[in-house]
């Protein structure tokens, strides 16, 4: 017999989706405890669990999937064939279908296309700002810059500088950080600007002195000087998201965490291995934090079976690079939904902050 936590192990179904599918009758386990209420399962159900996971990553609907587990194991496999045979068909319709929509937003942005907000500015605009704060800033949100070749606007940091405020912001979908420094001398518009990462590096390479350095932008220029040293190069010709709309966040659950504890828990505890589908299909371990009744935040055991409790899942490691970037022994987690980012605070201030993307659990 399996427990429910070493079958979700062996057959690429998360314990959620465990529960799901013997609530929906789909994979019943062979007993449940009628003391903790807890799963096992037989040997035998093993190869329906591996199957099961196939056909959800193959998005087949769950009345079908019953039937074809049902004649898995018979002699006469005519319906199961039929059943593939017709969920394949959907599945190209639905891209055949999928494909004339995207054409049709093309055609849509085509016709509404503006002047990109980030368009060269028409002359140079010089902002001064404390050194120390652009390195602190920078140092808070370089880890989520984005990396990937077919979204070129997310390779660099964000520099927003509206009144006396410069917004530093990076995101690669999954996880965003933002930051900000006090300038001076910028008495024009809303100015936004993407510095590549190799830039952003070595800018932040020029920030060793207390002293004030000089951010300019010209056209499609930017530059930083901090007294005789010079870093320059051109910043990227594509549009950031407004990250301003991504900030809206349902209220949530304050928790304040111990760091070096906190980490040492993710560390050493329980993950669920490989999981990770939705973050461009990259392999990676999950955490899944949960919220006990007296605060405290829990790193669970993989195969916790308790009915109820809300629980959230990220990836392990951009919440280590999450806390790093933090750079305090206290920190505060803000858990909403778990399907709403996972937002990690400061204590001091609200205007440094990052959030993660949680992953989903079912199946």
């Known amino acids: 017999m399996r427990s429910i936590g070493e079958m979700a192990r062996d057959s690429g179904l998360s314990v959620s989706a465990l529960r799901f599918y013997d609530g929906a009758g789909v994979l019943v386990p062979a007993w449940v405890d009628p003391v903790s209420g807890y799963r096992w399962y037989g040997p035998e159900q093993l190869d329906d669990a591996r199957l099961l996971a196939r056909l959800r990553r193959a998005g087949m609907p769950l009345a079908d999937i019953r039937l074809v587990l049902a004649g898995w194991s018979g002699e006469d496999t005519a319906l199961v064939r039929k059943l593939l045979q017709a969920h394949l ?30 368009s ?24 989520a810059a984005g990396a990937d070749p077919e979204l070129p606007m997310l390779g660099g ?34 100015t936004q600007v993407i510095v ?24 499609d220029r930017v530059a930083l000087e901090a007294g005789d040293r010079q870093v320059a190069g ?29 980490r040492t828990a993710l560390e050493t505890g329980p993950v669920r291995a490989g999981e990770v589908r939705e973050q461009d299909g990259v392999p990676g371990d999950i955490s899944v934090l949960r919220v006990a009744d007296d605060g405290t935040v829990l790193v669970c055991e993989d195969g916790d079976d308790r009915q109820g409790a809300v629980a959230v899942a990220v990836n392990r490691a951009f919440l280590l690079d999450a806390l790093a970037a933090g750079a305090r022994d206290r920190l505060i987690l803000e858990f909403g939904a778990p399907t709403a980012p996972l937002a990690i605070r400061r204590t001091d201030t609200e205007d440094v ?8 659990l079912e199946d």
């Not at 959907?90 to 296309?113: N, P, T, V």
């Open 89 to 118: 068909r959907r599945l190209e319709r639905g891209l055949s279908d999928a494909r004339m929509e995207f054409s049709a937003i093309r055609a849509l942005l085509e016709r509404r296309e503006i002047p990109m907000a980030l």
């Open 196 to 219: 590549p990462s190799p830039l952003a590096d070595a800018m932040r390479a020029l920030l060793i002195d207390d002293a004030d350095v000089l951010f300019t932008v010209d056209g």
């Open 234 to 262: 051109r910043c990227l010709a594509h549009d950031f998201p407004d990250y301003r709309r991504l900030l809206r966040l349902p209220a949530g659950r304050r928790v304040r965490v111990e760091v070096p504890a906190f």
């Open 353 to 360: 902050f990052s959030l993660l993307m949680p992953v989903r």
């Open 157 to 190: 940091v964000l520099f927003d500088i509206e009144g006396g405020t410069l917004h530093v912001v990076a995101t690669d979908r999954y996880r965003m950080a933002v930051a900000q420094a006090g300038v001076t001398g910028h008495g024009g518009p809303r």
């Open 120 to 143: 060269p500015t028409a002359g140079a605009v010089r902002s001064t700002v404390s050194a120390p704060e652009l390195a602190a800033a920078l140092d808070a949100v370089r880890f």
